[in-house]
Every structure is written in structure tokens, then in C-alpha cells.
């Protein structure tokens, strides 16, 4: 361990970590940062994109999962094979073992020569972790993770291995099978170790936060404990945001100092004020809201402006889609790059929410989903277009400004003024439009930073018109 952070363990093990209130908002609250999700990209691909992600304005990127993973022989080649001979992305979701290195994304080394590259261009690291389950073949997790839970028969919950069959049981959901994925005893303290120790050689390396994937099915105090499997109390999440330490293993570094959200997807019965009190959360029920919008052309009667969650917004990650609603359900995937670049535009215009842009396959088109269909491949161009870029650094420049949501009456238009320093003008219908709403730019002529098109404001309207599909961003001139 470098001297660093055995200094920041020190820190950690001595200074009380007190709980965010991640329920009121604060209206003052802005968030400036964006995620790039690079879903399927290798260490080696995301290194050589390190700059253009930087140039695109993007503040972070999330890898996929980083662990050892259920790696079949001859997978590993396609983000989706049929005949599942070469490859599925969803292995690289079946732990079979706590290190750092996948078939997928790359091995230890190549990490650490991202990292190296993500700080030249000082982009942080996100990776995805989950600590729920294993792979769906438990005869593929490693000799060494069985041992350092105290054995197989220590690895999961008394029901881990029955599916779950109704999600509105706290029970269920926490403690058996979600998707048949064998669900682990996460509050068994050898197993707890072991991952701390894995989580603590990520933040070694640099990495600046973490997805909790399937964090809704990881319990809290609330929720229902194991005691057949010797379980005294639902502390997973205590010992992995660093307030408590596990056999003498904690978090190697301040919590507050790391981004991390967990995939709480809402559902009845969510205890989403007690995840608040560890982590940020996805915004999944947003994303569907917008998905609508954007599918009719239209928000009209349609509530865009709600963050339609319980948590303070500042805390929430949003996304227009996310690789599950693309790649697993494809209940995003028939909307076209345009749609979801104008609803990217709007999302990551607005003051709150940390949105997260979902980097699709390259060579994908409306009918062929996996388009080139390489795992560890760049995706397509869509991250830096233009209008991406445009928000991206909007969203930075428009620190401390309060937002200002307006729909045109037919709901093809969406404007968002932020203070009296910018504003986003979004069509999401295929027709060619104009704006006429209130802003509260001054009065003057504007020019959208991509296309050049000009806009004027009078007596504080704003008058433009607008191609199909297509956003726009202005800026106060200085």
C-alpha cells in the first residue's frame, strides 16, 4: 500500500463520516458534471478516446463491470451472440471472483494505463460493481472466493438460489435470486472483506466512484434479515460507504470525496429515503417520463419538469436510456440517435441530476441493435456531436443558475432558461418549428453556438425558428 492512501486510511478509521441529507433540495443546488457510459469498451479503447472524451466536455466515464467475470471459452468477441458460442455483455455481470480483470474490458495493467490517461485529462473513473450475486454457474466462481467467505455454503443467503417471483416482497427482493443470479450473502463479513479489499484496489489505482448495480436488492436496516444464515443486521451498506470498517478493513479513502449512485430502480415498496442515506440514485422513473415524450414528439401532458423520485434532484443520475433499457428490455432501443440527442440536450441543460449519456454499439442502426457487434470496441460518434459537446460545456458554465422549464403549447418545443446567462431551445417533434416563450434572457439577439442560427428576444420572449429534432444553445454575451 503507497504512503498515500495508508495516510487516507488513517483519516478514514479516525474522522466519524456523517450522512448526507439527500432528501431536500436545496433550490440553490447546481450540478455541473456529466457521465460518459462507455458500455463494452475495453481499458485499452478507453484510454486511446481519453481526449476526445475530455474535448467532448464530458467530466466522467463509467466503465463496465471490472471484475473477474463468467468467461465461457471462446467469448469474449460479441456484445451479443444468438447461438451464445462467442459472447453475451451480460456475462461481465456474473462475478466469479473479486480481482480486477475481465476477457472484456482488459487486465489490471491496462487499468492502471487508463487511470494514468483519465488523469492527464483529468476525467474521473467510475466503475460498475456488484456485489450481489455471482454467476449464474456457481461451479465457475473461483476456488479463492469460496475460501475467503468461509466456503460455498457461506457464499449466499439460505434462499439465494430460489427466484425471486414477486418484487414487491422486501424480502424476496433482498434476499433471493433476482433473475436466477445466485444472490450472495452480502452481510457475511469474510465476503465483505474480500470486496472491500477489491474496492480499495480500484480507489488505489485512482478510480473516483462507483455504480452499485442491483443496489434495490442489497438490504438496509429496514429490510428483512437472513438470521437462518447467521445474519445479525443489514450493515452491507454501512461497511461499504466507509462509516464502519470489517475485520479491519475500510474504505481507503474519504467517502465524500467519490461519486457514487446506486441502481435503486423504483418500484412500490422501495425504501428510496434509506438508500438516501448512503448513496445518490437512478432517476429510472425520469428516463421513462422522457422516453415517452420523445417517442410522441411531444411533452404535451407530460410532466418533463418533475424529477419524479423522492430524492433530492442534486443527488440523482439521470440518463435518457441506459444500457439496460437498450440492451436488456430494448425498450429504448427504437428510439433514433436524433431523439435521444435532443432529450440528452434537455436533460443535461437542466440545473440538477447528474446525467449519464449511454455510448450505443458502434454501426447500430433502429434495426440492427449490435450494429459491428465487437465487445471492448469504441461506440458510435453520437457522444461528441456537436449539439452533445455544446450542452456538455453549457451545463459547466451555467454553475449557480437557476432553471427555468417552458413547453410550447403543442409540446413539440422545450426551452430551458438557465438565469439570465443561458438557455437550451429543444424540438423534439420530426416537424420544423418555431419558439415564442418566455425567457429570462435579456432582450438582444442570440447565435446558437453550433448551427449559427440566429434568435431574438423581446421584452423577454423568445422568437426563433426551429429544424426538426434538432437543439440549440444560447449564451449571454459577456
Not at 356 to 361: I, T
Amino acid at each position: 500500500m503507497n504512503k498515500i492512501l495508508t495516510f487516507s486510511l488513517a483519516i478514514a478509521a479516525t474522522l466519524p463520516i456523517a450522512a448526507k441529507d439527500r432528501m431536500t433540495h436545496d433550490p440553490k443546488a447546481t450540478n455541473n458534471e456529466t457521465i460518459l457510459h462507455a458500455w463494452s469498451w475495453s481499458f485499452p479503447t478507453i484510454a486511446d478516446n481519453m481526449k476526445r472524451i475530455a474535448d467532448a466536455g464530458f467530466t466522467m466515464v463509467q466503465t463496465s463491470p471490472v471484475q473477474n467475470c463468467y468467461a465461457p471459452e471462446g467469448s469474449g468477441k460479441k456484445i451479443f451472440d444468438d447461438d451464445v458460442t462467442e459472447g453475451n455483455w451480460y456475462y461481465y455481470y456474473q462475478p466469479t471472483d473479486w480481482k480486477i480483470g475481465n476477457n472484456i474490458v482488459g487486465t489490471r495493467e491496462e487499468m492502471k494505463q487508463m487511470m494514468d490517461s483519465a488523469a492527464k485529462y483529468d476525467i474521473k473513473v467510475l466503475v460498475d460493481v456488484l456485489p450481489n450475486h455471482t454467476a449464474f454457474d456457481i461451479d465457475a466462481v473461483s476456488d479463492d472466493f469460496y475460501k475467503a467467505v468461509g466456503g460455498r455454503d457461506k457464499m449466499f443467503h439460505s434462499k439465494g438460489l430460489t427466484t425471486i417471483d414477486n418484487y414487491g416482497d422486501r424480502e424476496q427482493c433482498t434476499l433471493w435470486a433476482m433473475g436466477s443470479l445466485p444472490d450472495v450473502n452480502t452481510e457475511n463479513p469474510d465476503f465483505q472483506k474480500y470486496y472491500m479489499q477489491f474496492v480499495n484496489d480500484l480507489l488505489s489505482l485512482g478510480v473516483k466512484g462507483f455504480r452499485y448495480d442491483t443496489a434495490k436488492h442489497i438490504g438496509v436496516h429496514s429490510d428483512p434479515v437472513d438470521t437462518t444464515s447467521g445474519v445479525k443486521e443489514n450493515d452491507f451498506w454501512d461497511v461499504a460507504t466507509g462509516r464502519k470498517s470489517v475485520k479491519g478493513v475500510k474504505l481507503a479513502v474519504p467517502y465524500d470525496s467519490l461519486f457514487v449512485y446506486g441502481e435503486v430502480l423504483q418500484d412500490k415498496g422501495v425504501p428510496e429515503s434509506e438508500y438516501a442515506d448512503y448513496m445518490g440514485q437512478t432517476a429510472s422513473g425520469y428516463g421513462h417520463v422522457l422516453r415517452e415524450a420523445l417517442d410522441k414528439g411531444s411533452a404535451e401532458g407530460i410532466d418533463i419538469k418533475s424529477w419524479h423520485h423522492s430524492a433530492a434532484p442534486e443527488y440523482l443520475t439521470t440518463w435518457v436510456e441506459s444500457h439496460d433499457t437498450y440492451a436488456n428490455a430494448h425498450e429504448s432501443a427504437h428510439l433514433t440517435d436524433d431523439q435521444i440527442r435532443t432529450g440528452w440536450v434537455f436533460l443535461t441543460a437542466r440545473q440538477n441530476g447528474t446525467p449519464l449519456f449511454f455510448s450505443r454499439p458502434a454501426g447500430s442502426t433502429r434495426k440492427n441493435y449490435w450494429g459491428d457487434n465487437v465487445l471492448g470496441a469504441r461506440g458510435n460518434d453520437e457522444f461528441f456531436h456537436p449539439e452533445v459537446v455544446a450542452v456538455n460545456n453549457f451545463r459547466k458554465s451555467m454553475a449557480g443558475e437557476p432553471e427555468d422549464i417552458r413547453t410550447s403549447s403543442d409540446g413539440h418545443v422545450l426551452l430551458v432558461n438557465r438565469g439570465k446567462k443561458g438557455a437550451a431551445v429543444i424540438n423534439i417533434s420530426k416537424c420544423a418549428s418555431s419558439v415564442n416563450l418566455p425567457t429570462t434572457l435579456p432582450d438582444g439577439r442570440y447565435t446558437d453556438n453550433v448551427y449559427g442560427k440566429e434568435f431574438k428576444v423581446k421584452k423577454g420572449m423568445l422568437h426563433g425558428y426551429l429544424a426538426p429534432e434538432r437543439s440549440y444553445i444560447l449564451h449571454k454575451a459577456k
